[in-house]
């Protein structure tokens, strides 16, 4: 079984430019989750997708940051325009349904490391 | 408030020595779940563990184990004869129960096992 796949791995883009982030769960996951890691510090929660609808979205930083999840399968992370603050890891994640046994597991991504000169 | 606190930042060992990593949490809630993750060079963040409120057995896998004390809000993870590959960041982490998936993370412990 394929784990939380995330797409690019590495972006280095310029202040003011846009990136898109790209993730694709584990099949059958309704649950989708973003978190961000930035200098070294705890990794944040962002928010929460229960298929296709925002379940949770508390944790995203600005408007600047725009989160979907189209059809309720692979969910895309634009951040337009990038400052240098956004840099750090973004994670995907994702987990059952919450109502079965394994929903309250939740698995990680890659993570796809952004950094914005 | 829900907060996880992981005291070390870096720790270093020899191979085949022991080591703790602690991890204090603070929740009023009741119902809630804790988790370890491991965060090899690679980066992915790799689940290890989960444990939810009502189960304070202390779990053990292998070299790994874990020790759970609700008295003092702790749940820490031991490694016995560590290994090189066991070189990571580790993660506590701390989701307390309702509809939300929420986890809190601690800010993690970077782990160096020198051969």
């Known amino acids: 079984e394929a784990g939380v796949t995330q797409f690019p791995s590495h972006s280095v883009i310029e202040k003011g430019q846009t990136v898109t982030l790209r993730c694709d769960p584990i099949s059958g996951h309704d649950n989708l989750y973003w978190y961000r890691r930035v200098m070294g510090k705890e990794i944040k929660f962002l928010l929460h997708f229960v298929k296709e609808s925002k379940q949770d979205e508390s944790g995203m930083p600005n408007n600047r940051f725009l989160a979907e999840r189209t059809g309720g399968t692979y969910s895309t992370l634009k951040v337009q325009p990038a400052e240098l603050e956004d840099s750090g890891v973004y994670f995907c994640?994702?987990?059952?349904?919450?109502?079965?046994?394994?929903?309250?597991?939740?698995?990680f991504g890659e993570g796809s490391w952004l950094t914005v000169v | 408030a829900q907060k996880v606190t992981q005291a070390q930042t870096e720790i270093s060992v020899v191979e085949k020595e022991d080591v703790t990593l602690d991890c204090v949490y603070e929740t009023r809630d009741t119902t809630y779940y804790l988790f370890w993750y491991k965060q090899p060079p690679s980066g992915e963040l790799v689940f290890l563990i989960r444990?939810?409120?009502?189960?304070?057995q202390n779990e053990i896998s292998g070299r790994y184990s874990w020790n759970f004390q609700k008295s003092t809000s702790s749940f820490n993870f031991t490694i016995t004869a560590s290994q090189v590959v066991d070189s990571a960041v580790y993660f506590c982490a701390l989701r307390w129960g309702g509809a939300t998936n929420k986890l809190i993370f601690g800010t993690g412990t970077l782990l160096a096992v020198q051969p």
């Open positions: 444990r939810n409120s009502f189960d304070e």
């Open positions: 994640a994702s987990s059952q349904p919450l109502y079965r046994t394994r929903g309250n597991t939740i698995y």
